[in-house]
């Protein structure tokens, strides 16, 4: 996860008052994506879902960044 300007290839989604960019092609492939702030022992970030991990895909299950 990276902060960024929009580019052309890039599908915008706007929820909660925050900004998603993510390449459209790769939005595509990865449907449905579930962002989740996550406030623990071990730190907080952000957890990333989507339907890639259950085809062996992304990162292992999930993404996440703290």
């Given amino acids: 996860m990276a ?3 929009p580019k052309e290839t890039d599908e915008v989604i706007q929820d909660s008052g925050l900004t998603f960019l993510i390449d459209k092609t790769l939005y595509e492939e990865a449907q449905p994506i579930t ?3 996550m406030d623990s022992a071990m730190g907080s970030g952000f ?7 259950a085809a062996g895909g992304g990162c ?3 993404c996440s960044s703290c």
């Avoid at 957890?47 to 991990?53: D, G, N, Q, V, Y």
């Fill in 47 to 53: 957890k990333l879902s989507s339907s890639l991990a």
């Fill in 3 to 5: 902060l960024d300007e």
């Fill in 35 to 37: 962002v989740d702030f």
């Fill in 60 to 62: 292992g299950g999930s």
